[in-house]
């Protein structure tokens, strides 16, 4: 089965500095998704991404899914408290019906 | 626009007593979907429903769990008996087909089996 890998799976980072989050899957991505998710809430659709070298922004996040499409890294530039929570990237199970499943989160604390 | 509505926000009870989680789906939406987290296993998807149908419930962990969507407004995901191990924060979400992707989460409920 197919399974996504989170690094990494905690990160602190002062205000203003910018950080990465990685996804590796064991096999071949139709689509990857990356969801946030504030603590104690419900996840929230971030960006989704579908072709080899696709490349998505979205004010300071910014997500790219790599040739192959095994990868995808979430680049958050300039971090602020706000940008604290848990990120979650996921991957459907092709069936069309939005069934997805999802890594192993990483948790995201930013110091002001 | 009201979101994916889930009841109760909290439950605590004893080992052994019958559970029933609650979700209103966004309007329209045509697809229903039940996750659990935990922190040892992540986020896990239980079952899911499309038009009202189950369509794979492989997630379920045991016989103990059981789902139901009676229309499209509503679904409930019951536990009977309850387990200590059961314990986790449970996630109901909602799509629409063809909007591939993007689920709608409702706020969960935390459930503790003592």
């Known amino acids: 089965s197919q399974e996504l890998e989170q690094s990494p799976q905690s990160l602190i980072v002062q205000e203003g500095k910018n950080l990465t989050i990685n996804c590796t899957s064991s096999k071949t991505l139709y689509g990857l998704y990356w969801y946030k998710q504030k603590y104690g809430e419900g996840l929230i659709f971030l960006m989704m991404l579908q072709k080899g070298g696709e490349e998505k922004s979205h004010e300071k996040i910014t997500a790219k899914l790599d040739e192959k499409k095994q990868q995808s890294s979430l680049h958050i530039t300039a971090s602020q408290p706000s940008h604290a929570g848990i990120y979650l990237c996921?991957?459907?199970?092709?069936?069309?019906?939005?069934?997805?499943?999802f890594g192993t989160g990483t948790r995201l604390t930013v110091i002001p | 626009d009201a979101g994916v509505i889930q009841s109760p926000r909290h439950e605590v009870t004893e080992m052994g007593q019958e559970v029933t989680l609650r979700c209103k789906p966004i309007s329209g939406h045509n697809s229903l979907f039940w996750y659990r987290q935990t922190m040892m296993r992540g986020l896990e998807l239980l079952i899911y429903?499309?038009?009202?149908?189950?369509?794979?419930d492989s997630g379920m962990p045991e016989d103990r769990f059981s789902a139901k969507m009676p229309n499209a407004s509503f679904s409930t995901l019951k536990i009977q008996p309850s387990e200590p191990r059961d314990s986790a924060v449970y996630f109901c979400?909602?799509?629409?087909?063809?909007?591939?992707?993007?689920?709608?989460f409702g706020e969960g409920s935390r459930l503790t089996v003592l």
């Open positions: 429903f499309n038009n009202n149908v189950p369509i794979d």
């Open positions: 996921g991957a459907d199970g092709r069936t069309g019906a939005n069934n997805l499943f």
């Open positions: 979400a909602s799509s629409l087909t063809g909007i591939t992707g993007e689920l709608f």
